[in-house]
């Protein structure tokens, strides 16, 4: 008994050091010195300025000004619209705001819900409002799920390559580009499956959007 | 359904037998103390670490010493985890290792939490970035991430001694054994894990939290933290529990579906392994061969039941009128609570393998699977880890059904049953039943406790209306009984209205029933793990006659299947019934 009790309080401390401080203090030094990039969150800047992480999705909303001048608030909370000039990352219901990426959270809607029903139907809703101007042709039937579901994390970077066709001509006709040459930068940043067989193809909305911005630029 | 998704289910399976065979032969070598190819790099340090904690290697223990070592060990655990979360700001603690500044979170919670590591459940009322300054993560739940894992396959290992021993009472010593797992297995693949990992984009820094300023002119702040190094330990260990609230599906803890894949294969790989590392060491290596294929076959049939139901899609979603077929340039199917490069093949793999073994990580939102969809994770729980399962737990919760068919089998042919050689007799027989009995138990107690009363169903999400709430509350004690740590994550214990514990407080009725849940339903099955190995240990070995049943041929192997069915249906399909079955087969909304 006293053997173990003895052995036990020596193991739990001698056991805590290496695993918990050695451990992953080497796992840190190893990731800084050979992967500093992804090790710190693969961040992207744009004039030196911070604008998120490649592989965070973010929102690219912008607030929606009252007629007084000022940005208009609901509860607390600046109320946001869609920036049509910019791909539109997938819906998203994390607290404080969507794309809260300090507060990661599932959204937890069933799948015999009325509530995921009308939360669908409304994203469906949205969805055509902001795409069909310029995609007439565009119905219910075609809309593809990931542009109406939340995901997982609720801070998904990537939307299917379906979503990222049809938001194209909207952003092709506010950014008075051809539709070719939007559709040729989503092919590019459209990642195939993970070796080729696993997962699903996705469009990284950040990356996307940033290369639009570049062509502006240099234009 | 698209090829690429089956592709991926055959190719996983695949690879993971190839992996598995050479690795169980090698920790067969490592607990019958033979030489192995890492003996020059540990063998000093395992002697060292004998010197430093005054252990013995060579002092051989009976059940009853093995089982004391084991206990007063994971009270330890329990005690110094308790300490490092309840003194989280302390004023000893530097800025650095807790640069947000988080409190402590309520006692009722930390109970829930610490039983919840130190069993190997990593059931998670908290929110990882909310709640948990860098060192909790690292010196309190990685620490119990390693060590929960090395209990689990000592008693396995104990148990495959009982079952092979030829003489004596000696189950082998508890401290060499966890010693040499830490060293010998989990050590070598968690590093090189960890690694691999973030080759491919999974973060290990210790900045603070960053503020970026996006492209429309918001800010955004952006959790980090030494993720890497504890996701690593969490797979490999079937622990489970995510650095981030949302786990495996977080961008930062599981970036590619390359790194979807390699998570998978990091879960399954031990409890794969540890059944061929029976087969070496009972000397017959087909034995292993009947359990791996028994254990194969019911993990296959539930991959294919969940992918086929979420790629049809849900009611809500067709109520809404959204079509959910494959189109060109998507997938279709379920796509709620889902990420967009795992897809419904990788998020239906990773929910099976995550809820066959004990480790809770998830990729996708449980809650929001289909009603079929989601009674696969529910009959994998029903199973009591005897599918695959947890490390080591997989293998003893096996071996106990095991030993409950060679019974029913002897019953049946009407001789006294033998199990490699040794004869069964009541005495066994009543130890596994009991240990058998405990997990079932625990968790349907707890959710008739849970849904009977006012205090009990305050835990059930604003969402979780009819069924769905029930399936709640099931899945919250079956996961917790089960040591498995998944969720239907509207379940909750904590209510936390500002990130940093203040204010926050938990609720007590499911913070301690769960916690008691956690700890009966591990520790229970292990001390009558070990009573069983000891009373086979001293058996005598009588070579096989023409009439003894064989343990490794495939009639034996659907024996043993229809044995866990019948078991796990008799036990659990009334519950199952009223939550997810419901919701599969009427479609109706609620």
Known sequence: MRRDVVTSILAIVVLTVLLGLVYPLVITGVSQVAFPGNANGQKVYVNGKLVGSKII?????????????????????????????YFQSRPSATEGGAYNAAASTFSNRGPNDKATEKADAENIKSYLELEKPYDPGLTTAQIPVDAVNTSASNLDPEISPANARIQAHRVAAKRQLALGVVDGLVSKYTASRGLGFSGEPGVNVLELNLALDRLGAGA | MTVSGWATIVLFALILTALALPLGSYMAKVYSGERVFLTPVFGWPERALYRVLRVDPEREQGWKSY??????????????????????????????????????????????????????????????ETTMSYLSQMIGLTVQNWLSAGVGIVVAVALIRGIVGRSGKSLGNFWQDLVRTIL???????????????????????????????????????????????????????????????????????????????????????????????????????????????????????????????????????????????????????????????????????????????????????????????????????????????????????LLYVLLAVFIG??????????????????????????????????????????????????ISELGKGPQGFSESLYAYLSQSNNNGSAFAGYTGFIQPNAGNVGSHGVTFADVLGGLVMLF?????????????????GKRITPAGLGTMRTDNPTFVVLLIGVIILVGALTFFPALLLGPVVQGLTGHLY
């Open chain 2, 410 to 459: 002897g019953l049946m042919v009407g001789r006294t049953p033998e199990w490699l050689g040794k004869k069964l007799e009541a005495k066994e027989i009543k130890l596994a039943g009991l240990g058998i009995l405990i997990t079932p138990l625990a968790a349907l107690f707890a959710t008739a406790l849970a849904v009977a009363t006012r205090s009990g169903r305050a835990s």
């Open chain 2, 184 to 398: 010998y297995v989990l050590a070598p693949i968690s590093v090189i894990g960890a690694i691999v990992l973030v080759s491919q984009g999974v973060i290990q820094n210790l900045s603070t939290y960053l503020t970026a300023h996006t492209l429309t002119g918001l800010t955004q702040s952006i959790a980090m933290g030494p993720t890497a190094s504890q996701l690593s330990i969490k797979m490999l260990g079937t622990n489970g529990g995510g650095f981030f609230n949302v786990n495996s599906a977080h961008p930062f803890e599981n970036p590619t579906a390359f790194t979807n894949l390699f998570e998978m294969l990091l879960v399954l790989i031990l409890p794969a392994a540890l059944v061929f590392t029976y087969g070496r060491m009972t000397g017959n290596r087909r034995q292993g061969f009947a359990i791996y294929g028994a254990m194969m076959a019911m993990f296959l049939g539930a991959v294919v039941v969940a992918y086929i139901a979420e790629a049809h899609g849900s009611p809500a979603q067709h109520a809404a009128g959204l079509h959910t077929h494959a189109i060109a340039g998507s997938g279709g199917g379920n796509m709620e609570g889902k990420e967009q490069r795992f897809g419904i093949a990788g998020s239906a793999l990773f929910d099976v393998v995550t809820t066959v073994t004990s480790c809770g990580a998830v990729n996708s939102a449980i809650e929001s699977f289909t009603g079929i969809g989601g009674a696969v994770p529910f009959a994998n729980l029903s199973a009591s880890e005897t599918i695959f399962g947890g490390v080591g737990t997989g293998l003893y919760s096996i």
């Open chain 1, 57 to 85: 999705g973010q929102a690219f909303v912008k607030p929606v000004i009252a007629k007084n001048g000022k940005p208009e608030e609901k509860e607390g909370e600046v109320v946001t619209e869609p920036d049509p000039r």
């Open chain 2, 521 to 537: 339903a591990r520790f229970g099955p292990i001390l009558f793990t070990l009573a069983v190995a000891g009373a086979l240990v």
């Open chain 2, 67 to 128: 089982a004391k070592s084991l206990l007063i060990f994971s009270l330890a655990g329990w005690l110094l985890l308790y300490l490092i979360l309840r003194t989280q700001n302390a004023f000893y603690v530097p800025h650095g290792v807790n640069p947000l500044g988080y409190h402590s979170a309520p006692w009722n919670v930390t109970f829930n939490t610490v039983s919840s590591f130190v069993t190997n459940t990593n059931w998670q009322f908290y929110s990882g």
